[in-house]
């Protein structure tokens, strides 16, 4: 399978809880998305890198929100203290980059639950 | 950020036409999208269409562009029961990113 992965499927803690997802992007794309979704609504963008660097930070994004993506190609979201209002889908996808018609590929989320 | 509107709901019977419909504010967007997303699972590029076309037709999939009144739409000809699922359009905006909309759930009635 060559698209893109994203570990665990599904994930339940406690609240106050730390949290860690991890996204493998297609191969050969250097860029990488983080986005979250809850339900009815459309994915929401949290950040994003090229190659390792992270470009951007979305201005709702906490500070308990950590992303790394140390050597381009795999990447990490971190939640610290987690809150019930994390919960939701976290997605990530990749594309490889061209000024002109870039396409995001998806992987299937992780669904997060704070209890 | 940016606005993308759809309608939240659209049912329609085996094998008739469904048109999907979206409004975007940002009128510098380059390319528009429509993705599909089924339950439980992440999002899968149907198509895209650049700014400066007005029709692309691929398959049973049909986009419509009006630029001048940032409104988008997606025509599935002869719907089946496997077109059920959410449909987002999504446009890149300044800053080079992604604004989805809220998605058209589409049931398809057998």
């Known amino acids: 399978d060559t698209g893109v992965s994203q570990n665990p499927r599904h994930k339940i803690t406690k609240r106050g809880q730390n949290v860690t997802f991890r996204c493998d992007p297609i191969s050969e794309h250097n860029r990488l998305y983080w986005y979250r979704q809850t339900l009815g609504q459309g994915p929401e963008f949290l950040t994003y890198?090229?190659?390792?660097?992270?470009?951007?930070k979305s201005r709702l994004l906490s500070d308990r929100f950590s992303a790394e993506r140390p050597k381009g190609s795999f990447s990490t979201l971190e939640i610290q203290r987690t809150e019930q209002g994390d919960s939701a889908m976290y997605l990530c996808a990749s594309s490889f980059y061209i000024p002109y018609g870039e396409k995001l590929f998806f992987g299937s989320g992780t669904q997060l639950s704070v209890l | 950020g940016e606005d993308v509107e759809q309608s939240l709901f659209l049912s329609v019977r085996e094998g008739d036409s469904s048109v999907i419909n979206c409004t975007y504010t940002d009128s510098s967007s380059t390319y528009l999208y429509w993705y599909k997303q089924e339950p439980g699972a992440g999002l899968q590029l149907l198509t895209y269409i650049f700014s400066n076309m007005d029709m692309k037709q691929d398959q049973r999939l049909t986009v419509l562009l009006n630029k001048k009144d940032k409104h988008l739409s997606l025509r599935i000809a002869d719907t089946q029961t496997g077109d059920s699922a959410i449909y987002f359009c999504?446009?890149?905006?300044?800053?080079?990113?992604?604004?989805f909309g809220t998605g058209t759930s589409l049931t398809v009635i057998p």
């Open positions: 999504a446009e890149i905006a300044t800053g080079n990113q992604f604004y």
């Open positions: 890198f090229q190659n390792e660097a992270q470009l951007e």
